[in-house]
Nanobody, 116 residues
Framework: QVQLVESGGGLVQSGGSQRLSCAAS????????MRWYRQTPGKQREFVAS???????NYADSVKGRFTISRDTAKNTMYLQMNSLKPEDTAVYYC??????????WGKGTLVTVSS
């Protein structure tokens, strides 16, 4: 089993920055991909960014150039640096880990609120 705990959410002004963290613990093997998703009420959870075990990254078009995903493999922790935040970035942000066998784990989410 793998446990994921997000932190770093909160209230931030439009144009500001916030850094989210996702700490993974449990039976973590190598070769996993980690992702950030976000969800607002009444909408489907949407992909934000991903980082592979090799360090390759991908971003949703809506955050490209503003958000940066990174990971500290030694600490089993993933980060999401969010800059130039907009009110439409307001959401609950979820951490996801996909093992090399295709099994998914999710955190409980952390709320980011961007005020205009």
């Amino acid at each position: 089993q793998v446990q994921l705990v997000e932190s770093g959410g909160g209230l931030v002004q439009s144009g500001g920055s916030q850094r989210l963290s996702c700490a993974a613990s449990g039976s973590i093997l190598s070769g996993y991909t980690m992702r950030w998703y976000r969800q607002t009420p009444g909408k489907q959870r949407e992909f934000v960014a991903s980082i592979s075990s090799g360090g390759s990254t991908n971003y949703a078009d809506s955050v490209k150039g503003r958000f940066t995903i990174s990971r500290d493999t030694a600490k089993n922790t993933m980060y999401l640096q969010m800059n130039s935040l907009k009110p439409e970035d307001t959401a609950v942000y979820y951490c996801n880990l996909e093992t090399m066998f295709g099994k998914d784990y999710w955190g409980k989410g952390t709320l980011v609120t961007v005020s205009s």
